[in-house]
């Protein structure tokens, strides 16, 4: 009774579509998940004398009968769908039927029949719609990038509450697309943050995730880590201008050593010249000490001295 007064209610309130026959409201598309299970619904608006309900899947040969629903027979389910689908609500003045586990050949359009006793049937058309939604996955690298993709069939919606995001979509060979949605997280640091992703596919219920993501702190590995790294740096730095100065010392003692050389190949020219200069007056001196004595020696031969020729005398007187 619950059921049955629920679907009045939205019957009433006309959340159902108008269908083919004024008398009847139902959803035009109906769209479920893939794997799950939907839920066809028809009303009928005004009172009407129904001997039956009838549900039939739609295929291209005409139309196939699923179940029936009469107050003779009750709930009957043909062979091939009672594995596959089930009354919600089963009366003649409206009715539902769920279709469990859909999948692709579930695809498609199917009517709800009202079997009257004066007017025949009265006839409505609801068609079901299907989507694939894998995901969503909410990752964060390193906690600076966070990504939220999904694969869907048709191309699904991605959004993340933080700003600035990117998406990208890659077509799958099996007909889904994958959507990702990026954004970066370095406005973020230094506080913990809740990033949250929502995926909808079509016009379905929208699923979100989120994750908490802690604050960033850095550690004392890291702050000893950029320690080896400016000391590194510095004394990278430290060698080369050691090496730079080293390098001109180098260079200006062998300047300086080249200088020397070269004085030193002018300056014994100067000595050998100066040197024969200093050695001819006393060349010169000596020839003259040894003609001043040669001469000397001739006078005094020439010339003898006196005493000598007295002796010479004497000698001479004695004899006598």
């Known amino acids: 009774m619950a059921q049955r007064a629920v679907i009045h ?3 009433v309130l006309g959340v159902f579509q108008k269908g083919l026959t004024a008398l009847i409201e139902t959803q035009h598309t109906v769209e479920a998940a893939v794997g799950e299970e939907a839920c066809l619904n028809c009303c009928l608006m005004q009172p009407r004398d129904v001997l039956q309900v009838t549900w039939q899947k739609i295929l291209p040969e005409g139309g196939k009968n699923m179940a029936t629903y009469s107050e003779r027979f009750g709930e009957r389910v043909n062979a091939g769908f ?10 003649l003045q409206n009715s539902s039927i ?7 050949e579930d695809e498609g359009c199917y009517r709800c029949m009202f079997n009257t006793f004066s007017e025949g049937a009265l006839i409505a058309t609801t068609c079901l719609k299907l989507y694939e939604l894998h995901g969503p996955f ?4 390193e906690s600076t990038v966070v990504s ?3 694969t869907a069939r048709p191309a699904p919606t991605v959004t993340l509450t933080v700003p600035h995001y990117n ?4 077509t799958n060979t099996n007909g889904t697309v994958t ?3 990026t954004a970066g997280l370095s406005g973020l640091h230094g506080k913990s943050t809740q990033v949250g992703c929502a995926v909808r596919v079509l016009s379905g219920p929208q699923i979100e995730v989120s994750m908490m993501i802690p604050e960033v702190k850095q550690s004392s590995d890291d702050d000893f880590t950029n320690m080896i790294i400016v000391l590194s740096v510095v004394v990278a730095y430290v060698c080369v201008v050691a090496a730079v100065v080293i390098a001109l010392l180098i260079r200006k003692h062998r300047n300086r ?22 050695k001819t007056p006393l060349k010169k001196e000596e020839n003259e000490l040894r003609l001043q004595t040669s001469t000397e020696k001739d006078k005094n031969r020439n010339h003898p001295k006196p005493s000598s020729l007295k002796g010479r005398k004497l000698s001479f007187n004695s004899v006598n």
């Not at 009672?82 to 009366?91: H, I, N, P, V």
């Not at 050593?257 to 200093?278: A, C, G, M, V």
């Open 9 to 11: 209610f939205l019957c």
């Open 82 to 91: 009672q594995s596959k689908l089930e009354f919600r609500y089963a009366g």
């Open 98 to 104: 769920v279709i469990r586990r859909v999948r692709e």
């Open 138 to 141: 909410l990752h964060v690298t």
């Open 148 to 150: 939220c993709s999904a």
């Open 167 to 170: 998406s990208t979509s890659v």
């Open 179 to 181: 959507v990702t949605t």
């Open 257 to 278: 050593r080249s200088d020397r050389d070269s004085e030193e190949n002018k300056t014994p020219q100067q000595l050998i010249k100066d040197t024969h200069e200093f």
